[in-house]
Every structure is written in structure tokens, then in C-alpha cells.
């Protein structure tokens, strides 16, 4: 089955500064990559993804890359906040005809997001 | 808005019992998921199912079931309960393959 390693465990970092976090995967047939934040005693949410045919992905201070043939994908937050202080889990996801999903969740990311 | 509800957030069992934690989504998803969440360890796939009675264990299966005899419900099934299987325990579901998963509020399961 699929096994999705993350890397670091804990990340902090100041203000305004960079985070980075990396997974890697092992299933070849995994073709969805989303990542999900989860604040303290909340549930997690969806942040950003990406697909297979796809090396890179923005939304405002995040970014997600894709390396395929390396099987290991990453997120970048820039200019962070303190608000971006939360458990941060990567995924990776196969699919087939019918709608069947699997869905392996990486260990989780916590950063925090020094003032 | 989708929203996947679990029927309690609490909960607390004692060793042997059978144990029933319900989750229902009001989106018409095909996908239904089942997690448990421990420190250190992630969200650990659990049994999933893609379609009205489908199932497919996950990585982690052993001391659990699961039901879905309606495709909004999806139900996990502790047969006898041990404290090892103190969790917290999430349910989600996704529209298809590809698609966003929505969780639920978690359950946190102690079992005494």
C-alpha cells in the first residue's frame, strides 16, 4: 500500500519568515497530492493541492511543488503569520473508475509561527 | 456548505463492549473515510468505502468493521472494545477520486 513520509516532525520559525515542509510517497498510481491544515481542536482543512500533470501550484503565500519521477512533493508558506501556527498534514490519493479514492495521510507538520 | 457530522464527540467505553461510531454527510459524496488520529502518528486510514455496501480495508483495519447501508452513513464498528484503541477518531468523505475530503468533528474515544 501507499506509505507517505513527512518531513520535519515540528518546524518553528519567526515572522515573516519561510516554512517548508516535504513529503514523499511510495504508490506510483498516486495521482492527487492535497495538503490540510488543522488548527488545535479543529478539524482539518483543506489548504491547497495538486494533480499529477501539474509541477507547481500558488495560492497567495502558499505554493506546492511535484516531483514525479522523485515521488516527493513539498509546501512553501512565505511571509508567515501567526496565524499559520497549526498541524499541517500531507496526502496523497489514487483513484479509479467508480469515484474509488484512497485517501494516506503523511504524520503531520506542527509549525510554529514565532511573533 | 458540506457537512459531515459525527454523532458524538465524546465518548467513553468500557474494555469488551461493542462499540458504534456513526458519521452521516449531506452531500451525496461517493467517498466515506474512516481515520484515527494519534500524536505523533498522523491520520492513520482505518476502512474506506466508495459506493453504498463497497468497503476497503485501509492500514490499519484489525479490531474494527464498518457498515454502510446508506450512502450518506458510514459506520465504524469496534467488535470488543481494548484501551488501545483510545483515539481520536475522524470520519471524512469526498465527492470522488480527485476530489477535496470533508472531515468531521472528530470523536475522541476512551476506552477504561
Known amino acids: 500500500g501507499e506509505n507517505v513520509e513527512q518531513h520535519p516532525s515540528t518546524l518553528s520559525v519567526q515572522e515573516g519568515d519561510s516554512a517548508v515542509i516535504k513529503c514523499t510517497y511510495s504508490?506510483?498510481?498516486?495521482?492527487?497530492f492535497p495538503w490540510y491544515k488543522q488548527e488545535l481542536g479543529k478539524r482539518p482543512q483543506l489548504i491547497i493541492d495538486i494533480r499529477s500533470n501539474v509541477g507547481e501550484k500558488k495560492d497567495q503565500r502558499i505554493a506546492v511543488t511535484l516531483n514525479k519521477t522523485a515521488k516527493h512533493f513539498s509546501l512553501h508558506i512565505t511571509e508567515t503569520q501567526p496565524e499559520d501556527s497549526a498541524v499541517y498534514f500531507c496526502a496523497a490519493s489514487r483513484g479509479r473508475a467508480g469515484g474509488y479514492q484512497k485517501v494516506t495521510f503523511g504524520t503531520g507538520t506542527k509549525l510554529q509561527v514565532i511573533p | 456548505d458540506v457537512k459531515v457530522t459525527q454523532s458524538s464527540r465524546y465518548l467513553v467505553k468500557r474494555t469488551g463492549e461493542k462499540v458504534f461510531l456513526e458519521c452521516v454527510q449531506d452531500m451525496d459524496h461517493e467517498n466515506m473515510f474512516w481515520y484515527r488520529q494519534d500524536p505523533g502518528l498522523g491520520l492513520r486510514l482505518i476502512y474506506f468505502s466508495y459506493d453504498v455496501k463497497m468497503k476497503e480495508k485501509g492500514d490499519i483495519p484489525e479490531g474494527y468493521s464498518v457498515s454502510r447501508e446508506k450512502k450518506e452513513r458510514f459506520s465504524l464498528i469496534l467488535e470488543s472494545a481494548s484501551t488501545n484503541q483510545t483515539s481520536m477518531y475522524l470520519c471524512a468523505s469526498s465527492l470522488r477520486a480527485g476530489a477535496e475530503a470533508f472531515f468531521g468533528q472528530g470523536t475522541r474515544l476512551t476506552v477504561v
Open positions: 504508490d506510483s498510481a498516486s495521482n492527487y
